[in-house]
């Protein structure tokens, strides 16, 4: 399966951006996905995901409320709704399976660079 994650950048504190995960190669509602951050120095983690073939996402605290992932079938692409955004969301997004393949994986890819500034 290729991913490609689009449609970081630079925004202040309080502003928003989507990011958008296409996928080729598998079908995104055939497998539990996941969004995925990883910040300076910090570890890969998953904050949003739609696990086990449910329709509905779950995130982690770090982003409840403020993050909101949702998947369009038809065009094969899930995306991140990323609302009242904060410095400390500042991060590479990637989207993956869940559980996630191996950090060597060549399905990571590049990810998308989040900035947020103060």
């Known amino acids: 399966v290729q991913l490609v994650v689009s449609g970081g950048g630079l925004v202040q504190a309080g502003g928003s951006l989507r990011l958008s995960c296409a996928a080729s190669?598998?079908?995104?509602?055939?497998?539990?996905m996941g969004w995925y951050r990883q910040g300076p120095g910090s570890e890969r983690v998953l904050i949003a995901g739609f696990i086990g073939g449910g329709d509905g996402a779950t995130y982690s605290a770090a982003v409840q409320g403020r993050f909101f992932a949702s998947r369009d079938n038809a065009k094969n692409v899930m995306y991140l709704e990323m609302n009242s955004l904060k410095p400390e969301d500042t991060a590479v997004y990637y989207c993956n399976t869940f559980p996630p393949p191996p950090m060597g994986s060549a399905s990571w890819g590049q990810g998308t660079q989040v900035t947020v500034s103060s």
């Open positions: 190669g598998s079908t995104l509602t055939t497998n539990s």
